[in-house]
């Protein structure tokens, strides 16, 4: 299939969402995005289209980060509209939004001083302590993420009105804070995700799916999709000959170089240490997390996708180290401080976890597995949207590190959760996913 033959075949699926959403014949339209398929763009158009009538539009995303790279997106793709970003009180205005900042784009705490504003954005926690005010367009970003709970709060601002729920069904679950074990398979469950409470109750609502990842290249689309979206498949955007990763400094014999080498190759590629049960912020897992970003930046990888036009340098910005846990993401971040790495830019390679690389991308990403080292297999561990998140932020090439031992434990752990009465099975699970990962690494 072609680029134009795809490109084609997203962009009726877009014009079939406005459909739905424009004819005001359901209260509201879903939409499926996995990794990279486009999400922020159909945001982006959609809320544009219903703003030039003249109509207020709200939307909700599920952190600051995300909030403002929408008003990011939109005052760059349509500037003559007028936005409005609700804030905290403490809100301090990013760098990367103050150029935006005039009459098209106006920051409060309170809704009434928007009230010039066309689109309003702002956090679901943020929208949840708006009293008044209707809107009769909403949008929710991220709806996955969102907890039901929170979708009740905000729903007042739209009751009357329509709504566009946007979310990859395949990243992490909403979060809690407290066990919710509780309310499992109650149908007012304040932890199930925003969109599964509403398809429960309105089970007419059109569903709509984006076809392809623009983002994962085609080396991973094929794992990604048979991992964790079995019943919901999708393809890459790019062929394989689309995009490559080449190194203008030759490779030496280290195992840093043979791992990087292989990505570049294939897209994927393990990096094996010695199997061991060791403590959380296991300092050889954590070094070699770092020595593969300084490495990868010591040889100046070149990244280059044609089929979008570019040939770049695989800078510090554009790396991400990916953990499971706080403190193994600030245990990567010390190492990376050393002052020859610090001399090197290795401060700007973002370092974080699953939660908080949702729905960011870069070129190369390394992943430090969950599982690695441990002595057990927990439901966190485990969890499918956490792996997920981890292995589809790149837009080239991904390097796992681990330890020797990750499939004997997952060999010796149950794979069957327990069943609760009223709670759909997800499929697939956490054993089944990381098992399928773990093969087509040829890892374990």
């Known amino acids: 299939m072609t680029a134009s033959t795809r490109s084609i075949e997203a962009r009726a699926v877009i014009e079939a969402v406005a459909a739905d959403l424009l004819s005001r014949a359901h209260r509201g339209v879903i939409v499926d995005s996995p990794p990279g398929a486009g999400k922020s763009t159909l945001v982006v158009e959609l809320s544009e289209r219903l703003a030039r009538d003249g109509e207020r539009v709200m939307i909700v995303a599920q952190t600051n980060e995300q909030v403002d790279d929408l008003v990011e997106k939109i005052a760059q793709k349509h500037p003559a509209l007028v936005l409005g970003r609700l804030t905290a009180g403490d809100y301090e205005v990013p760098e990367r939004l103050a150029p935006f900042r005039g009459p098209n784009l106006a920051f409060s705490s309170k809704l009434p001083e928007l009230a010039a504003a066309g689109i309003v954005l702002a956090t679901a926690a943020k929208w949840a302590l708006v009293k008044e005010g209707e809107f009769p367009w909403a949008i929710l970003d991220e709806a996955y993420q969102m907890r039901s709970d929170g979708l009740l709060a905000v729903a007042p601002r739209f009751a009357n009105g329509t709504a ?17 074990d509780a309310w499992a398979g109650s149908p007012w469950d304040p932890s199930d995700s925003a969109v599964a409470v509403v398809r429960a109750h309105n089970p007419h609502l059109p569903v709509h799916r984006l076809p392809y990842s623009w983002r994962l290249p085609a080396t991973a689309a094929p794992l990604v999709a048979k991992a964790f979206y079995p019943f919901t498949p999708f393809d890459a955007g790019s062929d394989l000959e ?52 300084d490495r990868l930046v010591q040889r100046r990888a070149i990244a280059v996708d044609r089929a979008a036009g570019y040939e770049r340098e695989v800078t510090p910005d554009r790396i991400a180290i990916g953990t499971a846990h706080r403190d193994q993401a600030a245990a990567v971040r010390a190492a990376l401080a050393r002052p020859d790495r610090a001399a090197r830019g290795l401060a700007d390679v973002t370092v974080d976890t699953a939660n908080r690389l949702q729905g960011r991308e870069y070129d190369v990403t390394i992943v430090l597995h969950p599982l690695s080292g441990r002595r057990d297999a927990t439901a966190f561990h485990l969890e499918t949207g956490r792996l997920c998140v981890l292995l589809s932020r790149h837009r ?11 499939a004997d434990l997952l060999d010796a752990h149950p794979h069957a959760e327990p069943v609760r009465l009223g709670v759909a099975v997800k499929f697939p699970d956490g054993w089944a996913a990381h098992q399928a990962v773990l093969a087509h690494l040829g890892a374990g």
């Open 242 to 293: 689309d995009r490559a990763l080449s190194f203008a400094v030759a490779a030496s014999s280290s195992d840093l170089d043979e791992s990087l080498e292989l990505a570049a190759e294939t897209g994927w590629s393990w990096h094996g240490l010695p199997a061991a049960h060791t403590i959380r912020t296991d300092a050889e897992a954590v070094e070699a997390c770092a020595a593969l970003a």
């Open 164 to 180: 566009l729920f946007v979310g990859d069904p395949g990243q992490l679950d909403p979060f809690a804070t407290v066990d919710t």
């Open 396 to 406: 080239h090439a991904c390097i796992v590190v681990g330890r020797a031992g990750i």
